[in-house]
């Protein structure tokens, strides 16, 4: 039996996809640029084993069995990564062996955060380890998977490049700047209850680029504008200019989203609160200190740098007050310290408006990251005699 | 004492005005179209009295003593009215008698509805008539008071052209058809609660002429577009066209503001709802029977044939429960016959959704309407003794 795991990272998109110009390639109307998150504080992981006994592929995701063999997306990976397999030749094994591959969330997938491009991105990357395939074509297999998926394989700031050709063989992720380019920029997820059905991304992009008499004027002449001047602000490590473009272009992705027929909303009453809050708190501070983006969901993520998250979870507990104050149940991830409270003490918070109790979930306080990593034998999420996935 | 009395009706935009060219002579960068409403639901009422003894031009609206020569806006279209009063010469009093002016609107200012336009149409026509001016300039003139309010000066079907002179003598409204032509097109409008501070209608359409990246490809190539062909749709009184356009640029008109920066929202969440509510009543019943359009706040104001009331009120109060049922404080307006329930029978309140109980405040149910009229001397809101207004 030949095994394989891997974790990769969710990232989120500072400048959006949305539209495609070819569905089944998944080839986007526009570049996008993504942050990659740290996996320590959420990441998929996926196991992978092949194995002669096995006798058909058989996939687990958080310990349920999902479709793989009648899922077009998870099939196209596999043939995509089997073909470089093929090619580079020094086969380890057999490729007719059967998989099974067993993967895991460590964040609540009721988070609404785009669990797929993590997943998508962690199966590709471990299908390659598994057949010894290192590849920058890796990035155009995940985006077969699912588009933003691509963005996951690297780290730091990512641009996902939209490509000309219509075979997509140039619509790849590479990396803007790394992780360690800019290490204090921190993200503050503010999960949001919503209850509304919504339509999926899929379909939500599909009928905007049908119907939508915007979306094209936003992909051919807004995106690349701000495209070039985030990556100007990322280089200088400009927060001010990546806040305002950020801000703006989430904005906008919502813009064409409600100019849709019929219209897409994915924001709610709270997610324009946690705007309306981060422009007042912008305006209190005299700069911008937080900058929010949403994607196909209500929930705010808000990027910010490191010496800022304890004033600005301060000034958020004052806005949005909760039941559970600051117990390591409602502000997970990196532990706030309280110690720079006092230097970067934001004095505005009379000035915010006060809202309703737990309009929030939980907040999930992470950072940039790294890339996908291989993991040791002993974190696989198989069995390793029988190939099963382990219980957790 | 000279005095006159006269109605002006509210208008409702079906493709938006958003978006001045020039913020003094209220010049808009696009053609808009509205439906004028009847006067026997809602409109304003204006009483102005030209006397000698008379000190100083004093306004009462609503019977509140509002400021008048210190507002930029009335004292503009009094000066035009007096220019154009001179010009045609036969004065009845000196040009020269201080006014008095009592304004009311016999709808609650609470519906958020834009009784600015109401008001400036009734405020220019009044005037017209007191100083025995007929003139094809008057929607100009209307127009400098507030944008919209020269749409309040034809019945039926009007367009604001935006005209292209730079003195505004060409941005006029006109008549595209009278109500007569399609008396059938009756109006619901539903008032939603909400407590939110929004941005006004002049710093918001002004902030997203500075800073939207998609207006200006609205004003130049969707509006035309849409405004020849929902004048075809009038003319042919093909309601499924008109629905389409008219629910399409709403939702264009509400990305525009989100594209603003910071974003501009208008809608909330009930608002979502009731747009959601009528493409799903639209869906069940295999054809457009109302079309939903937002102004600058959160309530709706939907168009429907006179045959659909019944059942669509039925249909709203079974996805929108109240405690208040049927009731003429409920359901305001025309009252709605149930004569024709049978016949225009909706099938499909079993697949509409359920939303909590209360969250619309009232309905208004009016029609298709006239342009301003003249009244008698025993409507006056003034005084005649006196020139002090009447108490009601």
């Known amino acids: 039996m030949f095994v394989e795991t891997c974790i990769a990272p969710v990232n989120i998109a500072l400048i959006k996809y949305w539209g495609k110009r070819d569905e089944d390639l998944i080839l986007p109307i526009n570049d996008s640029l993504s942050v990659t998150l740290s996996t320590d504080e959420m990441c998929a992981k996926t196991t992978i084993a092949a194995s002669a006994s096995f006798k058909c592929h058989l996939m687990w995701l958080n310990g349920e069995e999902v479709p793989f063999e009648e899922n077009p997306r998870t099939m196209r990976c596999l043939k995509e990564i089997q073909r470089l397999a093929v090619a580079k030749g020094q086969l380890k094994f057999p490729i007719d062996w059967k998989l099974h591959i067993a993967s895991r969330n460590n964040f609540p997938t009721a988070a ?44 730091g700031f990512v641009r996902w490049h939209s490509g000309k050709l219509k075979d997509g063989s140039d619509s790849i992720a590479l990396p803007v700047e790394p992780a360690e380019h800019w290490p204090e ?16 991304s899929t379909k939500g992009m599909q009928r905007a680029v049908e119907t939508s008499d915007l979306i094209a004027h936003r992909a051919r002449f807004c995106v690349p504008e701000r495209i070039a001047a985030l990556v100007e602000a990322i280089r200088k490590r400009d927060f001010q ?64 740098l490191k010496s800022d998250v304890s004033a600005a979870i301060a000034a958020i507990q004052t806005s949005f007050p909760n039941d559970m104050g600051h117990s390591v149940e409602y502000v997970k991830g990196i532990p706030v310290g309280c110690e720079t409270k006092e230097k970067n003490g934001f004095n505005g918070n009379a000035t915010l408006p006060i809202h309703d109790k737990n309009l929030l979930k939980y907040i999930i306080h992470t950072r940039i990251g790294k890339g996908p990593q291989r993991l040791d034998k002993d974190e696989s999420l198989l069995d390793l005699t029988q190939g099963s996935p382990i219980e957790t």
């Open 112 to 155: 609404g955060l785009a669990s797929s491009a993590a997943g998508y991105a962690c199966l590709v990357y471990t299908l390659a380890g598994l057949y010894g395939v290192e590849n920058e074509e890796l990035t155009a297999i995940a985006r077969q998977g699912s588009g933003s998926a691509c963005r996951s394989l690297h780290g």
């Open 185 to 200: 920029l921190h993200i503050l997820i503010l999960v949001v209850n919503d209850a509304r059905k919504k339509t999926s």
């Open 241 to 304: 200019k990546l806040a305002e473009i950020t801000m703006r272009d989430s904005n906008q992705f919502h813009a064409i989203a409600l100019d849709t027929y019929p219209p897409c909303v994915y924001m709610n009453d709270v997610s324009h609160a946690i705007a309306e809050f981060v422009h007042a708190y912008n305006n209190a501070a005299g700069e911008a200190k937080l900058a929010y983006t949403f994607d196909a969901g209500p929930n705010a993520c808000l990027y910010l």
